[in-house]
């Protein structure tokens, strides 16, 4: 079975400042691992995906996460934080032979200060 | 592409009613699925679809739940009858598998939002 554990349900950063969203992961096989976000009343969208290629896989808006399988990690970073990041941001998990659905974290909520 | 398209947006009804969202996948995707986003239990799969054809709907929360996909361009959820407790936000997404390959991700729709009153 696969899951995924986001560690901090909401984070808070200054505008311009580094953005870090903690996951960590369970899969008994070789994982995909994936980004979302959704901002207020919007659907999700795919920030970046990991599907066994380069473990440091750039996303869009300046995202970026690592893959770690060492520490089961992808953690979502960003440089610095811009306002319109503010959002919820959901780690999501998928693995095993053929195809497998999604398993989403309960997400993070980014806040982002001026 | 238009993306995944539901409808409506927006649906306010009584309690009792029935309820029927719409969704149409992307073109040329086979997977189909159904969502529902609530503060208390966060994203929900409902059920999902191969190639039309219901695979697992073990998320359906009960018997009032009930989704179909007629054609590979068109799928419902019809909830009968709907009760306050219903109300959320049900999205629709699509997903093309590359056969035996592993999965790709999902485009997501922007969901209808439901209020059962």
């Known amino acids: 079975a696969q899951s995924v554990t986001q560690l901090d349900s909401h984070v808070s950063v200054s505008e311009g400042t580094p953005v870090l969203l903690r996951c960590n992961y369970s899969?008994?096989?070789?994982?995909?691992l994936f980004w979302y976000v959704q901002h207020p009343n919007k659907g999700l969208q795919l920030l970046l995906k990991?599907?066994?290629?380069?473990?440091l896989v750039k996303g869009i808006n300046g995202f970026e996460a690592e893959f770690k399988k060492s520490e089961t990690s992808f953690h979502l970073t960003k440089p610095s934080a811009h306002m319109s990041d503010a959002a919820e941001y959901f780690c999501?998990?998928?693995?095993?032979?053929?195809?497998?659905?999604?398993?989403f974290g309960t997400g993070t909520r980014l806040l982002v200060s001026p | 592409d238009a993306g995944v398209i539901q409808s409506p947006r927006h649906e306010v009804t009584e309690m009792g009613q029935e309820v029927t969202l719409r969704c149409k996948p992307i073109s040329g995707h086979d997977y189909l699925f159904w969502y529902r986003q609530t503060m208390m239990r966060g994203l929900e799969l409902l059920i999902y679809f191969n190639n039309n054809v219901p695979i697992d709907d073990s998320g359906m929360p009960e018997d009032r739940f009930s989704a179909k996909m007629p054609n590979a361009s068109f799928s419902t959820l019809k909830i009968q009858p709907s009760e306050p407790r219903d109300s959320a936000v049900y999205f629709c997404?699509?997903?093309?598998?590359?056969?035996?390959?592993?999965?790709?991700?999902?485009?997501f729709g922007s969901g209808t939002r439901l209020t059962v009153v």
């Open positions: 999501v998990v998928s693995g095993g032979t053929g195809f497998q659905k999604l398993v």
């Open positions: 990991y599907t066994s290629a380069a473990t």
């Open positions: 899969s008994s096989y070789s994982p995909s």
């Open positions: 997404a699509s997903s093309l598998a590359q056969g035996a390959e592993r999965n790709y991700g999902y485009t």
